[in-house]
């Protein structure tokens, strides 16, 4: 976080000058006078700062509590001490990022990392483990193959000043072209076209752009796994928050097909798991026998508008998806 911010100059804060304060708007400075101000991330991210006469950006860095992946930050400014100071430009910007990319020609994810702090090092796992300074340096963009928890840290000085984690999930689907029936919201694209399949799992708060949504329409997809494949498992997740007017869908149909014209649904055992009421909601399909399909197509319907008694009612109902995995 930082701030542009400075004080009434110094020279005005010696005791010959309050008097002259005090004529004009009443108020200070006087030799008690410590404009000091505090800038907080949430209850244990918080720095002291005195400004001085002139401009300058004033900066700090923590690790916020970490809840599936995001960072849960409350942010605030505050003038803790006593005497007049300006403010200007308030900014909020991670230590930390990463940056993913599908592979056309394979199931591959390449992985960026990078952080403000200039200088310093990043060091890396995929396992899930903390990351240390005798873990994996990072040196340039890599790949990954399979599924993985990526967590980074950043050290200046032996001190960490950076953190960032990220599951990612490979599948048969990650990478591959989906052909939508209906448009998804600009509100809440997911990454657009490769929303669906960039490897990315949302986290539990809807907000997080990580979410797929579709405003008063069904989610109609046709995923291309670019050749025949043996398929034998589909994994779906979906969102409700009823008080945000997003609904679980009222049918779902899983369906295949080899050659992109004739669509078999799928005889199926379905599991709805990993679900609590307001939050992420897994349905896994599991096939009683594998299928040789090159396109498997998604057909979830919502429910269209909120229902009688709903503070929303009559209003579109929302339909929130995020990655689609195939097995």
Same mark, same amino acid.
């Given at each position: 976080?930082?701030?542009?911010?400075?004080?009434?100059?110094?020279?005005?804060?010696?005791?010959? #000058?309050?008097?002259? $304060?005090?004529?004009?708007?009443?108020? =200070?400075?006087? %030799?008690?006078? +410590?404009?000091?101000?505090?800038? &907080?991330?949430?209850?244990?991210?918080?720095?002291?700062?005195?400004?001085?006469?002139?401009?300058?950006?004033?900066?700090?860095?923590?690790?916020?509590?970490?809840?599936?992946?995001?960072?849960?930050?409350?942010?605030?400014?505050?003038?803790?001490?006593?005497?007049?100071?300006?403010?200007?430009?308030?900014?909020?910007?991670?230590?930390?990022?990463?940056?993913?990319?599908?592979?056309?020609?394979?199931?591959?994810?390449?992985?960026?990392?990078?952080?403000?702090?200039?200088?310093?090092?990043?060091?890396?796992?995929?396992?899930?483990?903390?990351?240390?300074?005798?873990?994996?340096?990072?040196?340039?963009?890599?790949?990954?193959?399979?599924?993985?928890?990526? #967590?980074?840290?950043? $050290?200046?000085?032996?001190?960490?000043? =950076?953190?960032? %984690?990220?599951? +990612?999930?490979?599948?048969?689907? &990650?990478?591959?072209?989906?052909?939508?029936?209906?448009?998804?919201?600009?509100?809440?694209?997911?990454?657009?076209?490769?929303?669906?399949?960039?490897?990315?799992?949302?986290?539990?708060?809807?907000?997080?752009?990580?979410?797929?949504?579709?405003?008063?329409?069904?989610?109609?997809?046709?995923?291309?796994?670019?050749?025949?494949?043996?398929?034998?498992?589909?994994?779906?997740?979906?969102?409700?928050?009823?008080?945000?007017?997003?609904?679980?869908?009222?049918?779902?149909?899983?369906?295949?097909?080899?050659?992109?014209?004739?669509?078999?649904?799928?005889?199926?055992?379905?599991?709805?798991?990993?679900?609590?009421?307001?939050?992420?909601?897994?349905?896994?399909?599991?096939?009683?026998?594998?299928?040789?399909?090159?396109?498997?197509?998604?057909?979830?319907?919502?429910?269209?508008?909120?229902?009688?008694?709903?503070?929303?009612?009559?209003?579109?109902?929302?339909?929130?998806?995020?990655?689609?995995?195939?097995?």
């Amino acid at each position: 976080m930082s701030v542009q911010a400075k004080s009434i100059p110094l020279k005005h804060r010696e005791k010959v #000058k309050p008097k002259f $304060f005090h004529k004009i708007c009443g108020c =200070g400075p006087d %030799e008690e006078d +410590f404009p000091e101000f505090t800038m &907080t991330l949430g209850a244990h991210c918080k720095e002291y700062f005195m400004p001085n006469e002139e401009w300058n950006e004033y900066r700090f860095s923590c690790i916020p509590e970490t809840v599936d992946g995001t960072s849960m930050i409350s942010p605030g400014l505050q003038l803790t001490g006593k005497g007049t100071a300006w403010f200007d430009l308030v900014q909020l910007y991670p230590d930390m990022d990463v940056k993913s990319f599908v592979n056309r020609d394979n199931n591959d994810i390449t992985i960026r990392i990078t952080t403000v702090h200039k200088g310093t090092e990043i060091f890396y796992t995929l396992d899930g483990s903390e990351p240390t300074q005798s873990s994996t340096p990072f040196k340039g963009n890599f790949n990954i193959h399979t599924s993985a928890i990526l #967590k980074a840290v950043t $050290f200046k000085d032996g001190v960490m000043v =950076g953190y960032i %984690e990220r599951p +990612f999930v490979i599948s048969m689907a &990650t990478g591959r072209y989906v052909e939508y029936k209906y448009k998804y919201s600009t509100k809440y694209d997911a990454g657009m076209k490769d929303g669906l399949v960039d490897g990315i799992l949302a986290s539990s708060d809807f907000k997080d752009g990580r979410w797929q949504g579709f405003e008063g329409d069904d989610l109609d997809v046709v995923i291309n796994l670019k050749e025949v494949k043996k398929v034998n498992e589909v994994i779906l997740r979906f969102h409700s928050m009823q008080a945000s007017w997003i609904f679980l869908p009222v049918e779902i149909k899983v369906l295949w097909s080899a050659d992109g014209n004739e669509y078999y649904e799928f005889a199926s055992s379905k599991d709805k798991a990993d679900g609590v009421p307001e939050e992420v909601n897994k349905y896994t399909y599991r096939f009683q026998n594998d299928v040789e399909a090159r396109y498997i197509r998604i057909f979830a319907k919502n429910i269209g508008a909120c229902p009688e008694g709903h503070s929303g009612e009559g209003g579109k109902a929302w339909l929130f998806t995020d990655e689609i995995i195939i097995q």
